[in-house]
Nanobody, 120 residues
Framework: QVQLVESGGGLVQPGGSLRLSCAAS????????IGWFRQAPGKEREGVSC????????IYLDSVKGRFTISRDNAKNTVVLQMNSLKPEDTGVYYC?????????????WGQGTQVTVSS
């Protein structure tokens, strides 16, 4: 059974950090790109970051460049999103999903999401 499970969310003050994990099971992580997305209340879901398989190339939403870092550990079947210098506008439910390539919009096998709240 293909499954992605997010964890690591929580409440943090502006300027703080969180480390989100996306744990994969039921498939070979090596063969897939993994993307992180978020959805704030009343807003559409947006792509935050993605990391490809093979060359491990990455892409980031402009507003998180320099603050967020995505990485993968295929041996542990995990993709991590390190989020630093968090801002209130980073608040939302964060999801991970898999794709054939970060630039191909065929993301699927969505996780259940983890809540990130940035507030003082």
């Amino acid at each position: 059974q293909v499954q992605l499970v997010e964890s690591g969310g929580g409440l943090v003050q502006p300027g703080g950090s969180l480390r989100l994990s996306c744990a994969a099971s039921g498939f070979t992580l090596d063969y897939y790109a993994i993307g992180w997305f978020r959805q704030a209340p009343g807003k559409e879901r947006e792509g935050v970051s993605c990391i490809n398989s093979g060359d491990y190339s990455t892409i980031y939403l402009d507003s998180v460049k320099g603050r967020f870092t995505i990485s993968r550990d295929n041996a542990k079947n995990t993709v991590v999103l390190q989020m630093n210098s968090l801002k209130p506008e980073d608040t939302g439910v964060y999801y991970c999903a898999r794709s054939s390539n970060c630039r191909v919009p065929d993301f699927g096998s969505w996780g259940q999401g983890t809540q990130v709240t940035v507030s003082s």
